[in-house]
């Protein structure tokens, strides 16, 4: 999903839908990939037995010590600040100090900071005394091991702040809980963490976590070396202020670069560069996190084009969310920020002049007019009504006109909100049947539905995490119902996929069948819809290496991918279900880890350039198929009017390969689709419509080796201007010469009374 603070409202949410995805980077706490040190994690911590309070405690935690200690009792709470913290002296490498939880989260009531899913959490805590390999083991028949239990939080909601700190495991193994058999639970590594105190989430989602008994086991044993997960001397505990921070200048060696990545905890130097790591992409431009006003990392990304041409990203920030001119997409321009509340998972989409931010934080669905844009204007207006705060994803119909945010504090599923008026969205309908961590909407004229065959429907295509994929009927937003759901063996987090053009396929992610052992490498679904009734596995595509994958869109045959670690995945779907890998392009050259660092969103829509939003490393604006060119022009005016010429500009077209050029520029200004008929060339042209209507206008670009690109933009044109006749100029400036008079008149006559 970067070493940076986050609000701790964001990761309860995320906990409760079981998404890891984007805690591990974005956090106050840096966990490198497993060193030297890793070698000495405990495979099999001494389990012992375990006592219960005289008093009846729903859960106590006894202190077994190896090598000596104080024993101690913990009891854990149904709020994060009411569990009683176990401290937890490390026993040297190799004899850990181990502590057992017996634990029952029956009438587990409290959401915590965060009641957007619905779903309650228990919470375990300990601390530990100095930088430590940790090892957990989570047993038990209910609740059973979810992916919410591979993160360690380190800070509860509001404790000195509005955010917290949260880390990730640095491996994940299934087994068998002494005497629970096979029921889904596993042993948990953390490598390296820094003194501190940690707080382990357990949750009641109603499907696979029911509240019940458990039983936890926590080993602790000193590191053998430097603690390299602290970054050396900044980070010595977890509540550190960090006030010696590393700067420019500790970067002494030449060949190395300063990386900020948020605070003095989490900056560190690397080896210069960085260089990408490419197979038939392209490098056009970048956009750096440090290039925005105090952003501390970056999260989706999305894209439009406005009337004029001119062609925008929007790339989700922790600070908020950034407006960039990509016109000319080998020169950037950001072109303001909008402030939301700090999340490090938001979502944005755009409709007729209007953008749409979701944040896990809160604030509601944001309304950012974008109406002028094109001037270098951005207005934020006020959210959205109907009372929703916080959501995980948002998605769009633009064909009839809803926004869908899903995974809100309203409902778990999705709101429906009617953007008839694009500046005050209305709530008009909920999802509440399971929790929906992203969807795609597809509006059809002809039902594939058998209820509504003939008919016009919109259908939602939902990526339910650890339940399944599921078809819901959205076309009534009052009853809105579902329609099919699909497993499959490898489900592990269901997580985000899109659409083939032609309806007939989805290609789908799930973000934690790596880490959970269900694929041996990274694994691209494809799922066959053309029968919505009954949804069925077609194919999937094994990638070659065992990364976590994230978000994914299609264009074309194409599917575009963003895979964390390993940056940009472009897979060739000519035949649909037998993908192939054709293209790569890696925006985290250091490594392929299977981490949540690198590359988090992907925006595939605009004509031949794909976008690209890194965590730590920002916009990147990239194309495939290097040997064609990327055509795009822009006009001063639309709508325009008859008998006034219209501008046309072509200079932001460009080469996907800097080694070739453009030769050639032609005009089309009333394109039929098929036969391109030159009216004109070259890099500006004004062209004059004489008649009202709707027109497509067309360049075709010719690059050195004669390969042709063809590029169109919808023109409307009003009626003419009415013409003023030298008269009629003389007559109104007589009138207007003759009332300047009169007024002054007037003013001297109320001057002498």
């Known amino acids: 999903m970067n070493n940076r603070p986050m609000y701790w409202r964001s990761v309860c949410g995320l906990v409760l839908a079981g998404f890891l995805a984007f805690l591990f980077q974005n956090s106050a706490l840096a966990i490198p990939p497993p060193s030297s040190n890793a070698a000495s994690r405990v495979a099999n911590p001494p389990w012992v037995d375990t006592e219960t309070t005289p008093n009846g405690e729903p859960r106590t935690a006894v202190r077994i010590l190896p090598e000596g200690g104080v024993a101690a009792v913990a009891v854990g709470g149904d709020d994060c600040h009411t569990a009683t913290v176990t401290s937890i002296l490390a026993g040297p490498p190799g004899t850990p100090t181990t502590v057992t939880i017996n634990g029952d989260s029956t009438g587990v009531t409290s959401p915590e900071c965060d009641p957007s899913l619905g779903s309650p959490i228990w919470w375990e805590a300990f601390e530990i005394d100095k930088c430590a390999n940790v090892v957990i083991d989570f047993c038990g028949n209910s609740p059973r091991l979810s992916p919410s239990f591979v993160i360690l939080a380190t800070q509860c909601a509001g404790d000195g702040s509005s955010c917290g700190g949260y880390v990730s495991q640095n491996d994940f193994s ?159 321009t950001i072109v303001a920020q909008v402030p939301d509340s700090k999340s490090t998972w938001s979502d944005m989409k755009y409709y007729r002049g209007y953008g749409y931010n979701v944040n896990e934080s809160g604030g509601g669905v944001q309304v950012i007019d974008l109406t002028k844009v094109d001037q270098g204007m951005v207005t934020l207006l006020a959210p959205a009504a109907g009372g929703m705060q916080t959501a995980h994803n948002v998605a769009l119909d633009p064909i009839r006109g809803f926004l869908y945010p899903c995974g809100t504090d309203i409902a778990q599923g999705f709101m429906v909100f009617d953007l008839a008026d694009p500046s005050n969205p209305l709530p008009v309908g909920v999802y509440h049947d399971v929790y929906v961590h992203d969807l795609q909407i597809q509006a059809y004229d002809s039902c594939p539905l058998p209820a509504r065959a003939g008919q016009p429907c919109e259908l939602a295509f939902c990526f339910a995490g650890s339940v399944d994929f599921r078809i819901v009927d959205v076309t009534d937003k009052s009853a809105i119902t579902t329609v099919s759901t699909l497993t499959y063996p490898e489900l592990s987090y269901c997580h985000q996929g899109w659409l083939s053009p032609d309806g007939r396929y989805v290609y789908m992610n799930d973000e934690l069948d790596e880490q959970f052992g269900a694929v041996s490498q990274t694994r691209t679904y494809v799922i066959d819809v053309q ?223």
């Open 531 to 753: 029968n919505v009734l009954a949804p069925s596995m077609a194919g999937s595509y094994s990638h070659p290496g065992c990364w976590i994958d994230h978000n994914l869109m299609t264009r074309g045959s194409r599917v575009y991918n963003a895979h964390y670690a390993a940056g940009l995945r472009v897979l060739d779907v000519t035949n649909p279900t037998v993908p192939n890998e054709v293209a790569f392009f890696d925006t985290h050259p250091e490594d392929n880890v299977q981490d949540f660092v690198g590359a988090w969103g992907i925006y595939a829509e605009l004509p031949r350039v794909i976008l690209i939003s890194d965590m730590e490393r920002g916009l990147f604006t990239l194309c495939d198929e290097p040997d064609r060119s990327i055509p795009s022009f822009t006009v001063d005016r639309n709508p325009g009017y008859a008998t006034v010429p219209v501008a046309f500009h072509a200079a932001s077209s460009t080469t996907c390969d800097p080694a070739r050029s453009l030769t050639l520029y032609e005009w089309d200004f009333d394109y039929n689709g098929s036969l391109f008929a030159a009216d004109a060339t070259g890099l500006a042209v004004n062209h004059t419509y004489a008649d009202m209507g709707t027109y497509v206008a067309a360049l075709r670009i010719t690059d050195d080796l004669g390969a042709k690109e063809i590029i169109t933009l919808e023109l409307t044109v009003g009626p003419p201007i009415p013409a003023v006749s030298a008269w009629g100029l003389w007559i109104l400036t007589l009138l207007l010469a003759t009332a300047g008079v009169t007024l002054i008149r007037r003013g001297r006559a109320r001057t002498a009374q």
């Open 174 to 332: 299934r087994g068998l809980c002494p005497g629970e058999g096979t029921n889904g639970n596993a042993t948990i590594f953390y490598d390296e963490l820094p003194a501190g105190t940690y707080y382990y989430p357990i949750i009641a989602d109603g499907n696979t976590n029911d509240p019940g008994p458990y039983v936890m086991h926590i080993s602790v044993e000193e590191c053998s070396g430097a603690c390299l997960g602290c970054l050396g001397a900044c980070c010595d505990t977890v509540a550190e202020s960090c006030t010696d921070a590393v700067d420019q200048a500790d970067c002494a060696d030449a060949n190395e670069q300063w990386y900020p990545r948020g605070d003095c905890c989490a900056v560190e130097c690397r080896a210069a560069g960085p260089e990408y790591l490419a197979q038939d992409v392209e490098l056009l431009s970048r956009v750096s996190i440090e290039d925005f006003t105090a952003a501390q990392g970056g999260n989706d990304v999305w894209g439009f084009q406005t009337a004029l041409g001119r062609k925008y990203a929007l790339i989700g920030l922790i600070s908020g969310t950034g407006i960039v001119d990509i016109t000319d997409p080998r020169n950037p």
